[in-house]
């Protein structure tokens, strides 16, 4: 069990250290092309940051672990709205722009509702198993192309400043660039073979579920980038970029990271994460309507320690029960 736990925790570094390898090097040639700043962290950085979800996601699929692409999905977008968005948010009280409190949001509740649609089959009898098919993957990136639409017209009418770590892309010359990029590249590959690996292997020998390990270890894992970049953004008081990295990455876990993964192969649906989705839209709605109390479109220090609160004892209450 030791050598599992290190090589997940290798695993993590891998994911970690390749997606800032990645990023850097794509900036890099971004910035060759003359590609804005803001362009740059709208699409690369939140790539960047949502890559250890894809890559697990990818080899998981493959190897038919379908408790472990639902739990790490779902698990991280918990992870990311009770856990760091609560850390966040006790750090400083979080203040958002107007798009992101009444349309951003919305959009983050709404891929949820649609997940919870698409993969109770049976429930809805709309098919004989509970499956998200290629067909629901090819509806989950339709919509992320309207997400990415939205994103581009935003970026048209609104002026966001993003931190100077997240889009300071440097002038590398075109080898440092490309040997970035593929570093990058393989540190994903490896960090995610890792860790599916590892975990489904840890889950065998503790005798838990591979639902329990995904949406906890893998979960927390994977959204390791994200828990950095809010807590900076939050100490630096870039309060946009704290609640956004979080709405943003939600959103691209399920509508691309789901897409994606459901066109490698049909994934199989374990009704047992309804609850977890049903947490995720009970924390997400939350989000929303704590936009309407206390001091409007701010995320108030009480209602963050709420957040943390929950989902921890939520947490320790899932894997006592188990």
Not at 228 to 244: E, F, L, Y
Not at 271 to 280: E, K, M, R, S
């Amino acid at each position: 069990m030791f050598i599992q736990v290190l090589l997940i925790i290798a695993g993590f570094i891998l994911l970690i250290k390749g997606a800032d390898w990645f990023v850097a090097g794509a900036s890099a040639l971004a910035k060759r092309f003359k590609v804005s700043e803001l362009a740059i962290g709208l699409t690369v950085v939140a790539f960047g940051t949502s890559a250890p979800e894809l890559v697990v996601n990818t080899f998981a699929t493959h190897d038919g672990l379908n408790d472990i692409v639902f739990g790490n999905i779902i698990g991280s977008n918990n992870f990311n709205l009770f856990i760091i968005l609560g850390i966040s948010g006790l750090i400083v009280a979080l203040s958002v722009q107007s798009s992101t409190a009444w349309k951003e949001i919305p959009f983050s509740i709404g891929a949820a509702l649609l997940l919870f649609l698409l993969t109770n089959d049976r429930l809805f009898k709309t098919g004989p198993a509970n499956v998200l098919s290629p067909i629901d993957g090819l509806i989950l990136l339709a919509c992320f192309a309207a997400f990415l639409f939205y994103v581009y017209k935003q970026m048209k009418t609104d002026t966001v400043t993003l931190p100077e770590t997240e889009t300071s892309a440097k002038h590398y010359t075109g080898f440092k660039t490309g040997l970035f990029i593929v570093i990058g590249l393989t540190g994903l590959v490896l960090g995610g073979k890792l860790v599916v690996n590892n975990a489904t292997e840890l889950a065998r020998v503790l005798h838990v579920s591979e639902k329990i390990i995904g949406i906890t270890i893998v979960a927390a894992g994977t959204s390791l980038p994200e828990l950095a970049t809010s807590i900076v953004a939050a100490i630096r008081k870039n309060n946009d970029i704290a609640v956004g990295n979080i709405i943003g990455s939600n959103i691209f876990n399920i509508f691309l990271i789901l897409g994606v993964s459901s066109l490698i192969r049909p994934i199989a649906f374990n009704v047992q994460f309804n609850t977890d989705i049903f947490i995720l839209l009970g924390g997400t709605l939350f989000l929303y309507l704590a936009m309407y109390t206390g001091q409007r479109k701010k995320l108030d220090r009480w209602e963050a320690a709420i957040l943390l609160a929950f989902y921890t004892g939520y947490t320790v209450f899932m894997i006592l029960g188990k």
